[in-house]
């Protein structure tokens, strides 16, 4: 039995849930987001909770149990509240400035780097240096952030880069000279 597929979802107030053979809808103050789920669970759908549970007790579905609890849950969260990531931007001259919508990345390339949020997704600068992606779905903000960290990925030797807010970068030694070496 899976812990976290067994906990029925607490829906609060405001948030509407749809059923509609294996998609759920899920709608609140922020926004929609529908979840399509296999065939292989029943999903029931009270007043006030939410309930899946496994057709059948095969280990390969029990495995997936959890993980559709638990994108539906992230779905009721993210139509009350909003999900955030923070991202730093590390260097010498490294800045993110906003366009619109778009932000546009000065990481040391030739180039400036702009980045456009897919639907759902908003970008606020927090500073020249911190840039935080903001929307309703977790999977979306958490890859949207992965794809701006993935322009200029944290470096070893000096540290420079895009990272996530309070990210540890282990730094290497860099070249060390030889002692009493002649050439």
Do not use: C
């Not at 039995?1 to 053979?21: C, E, F, H, N, T």
């Not at 149990?65 to 730093?88: D, H, M, Q």
């Amino acid at each position: 039995m899976s812990r976290i597929g067994k906990m029925p979802i607490q829906i609060p107030d405001g948030v509407k849930v749809a059923l509609d053979k294996n998609k759920v809808t899920v709608s609140g103050l922020r926004g929609e987001i529908v979840i399509d789920v296999p065939d292989i669970f029943d999903v029931n759908v009270s007043s006030d909770t939410i309930e899946i549970k496994p057709r059948s007790s095969e280990i390969k579905i029990k495995a997936l149990w959890g993980t559709f609890r638990s994108l539906i849950n992230n779905a009721v969260y993210g139509v009350v509240n909003t999900y955030k990531k923070n991202l730093e931007l590390v260097g010498v001259g490294f800045r993110a400035t906003k366009n619109g919508e778009n932000i546009t990345l000065l990481v040391g390339f030739s180039h400036p780097v702009i980045i456009t949020p897919p639907a759902g997704i908003t970008f606020d600068l927090l500073s020249d240096t911190k840039i935080s992606v903001i929307g309703i779905d977790k999977a979306l903000v958490g890859q949207v952030a992965a794809n701006i960290r993935k322009v200029r990925k944290p470096e070893p030797y000096k540290g420079k880069g895009i990272r996530y807010e309070g990210e540890y970068v282990r730094r290497k030694a860099g070249k060390a000279g030889k002692v009493g070496a002649t050439t």
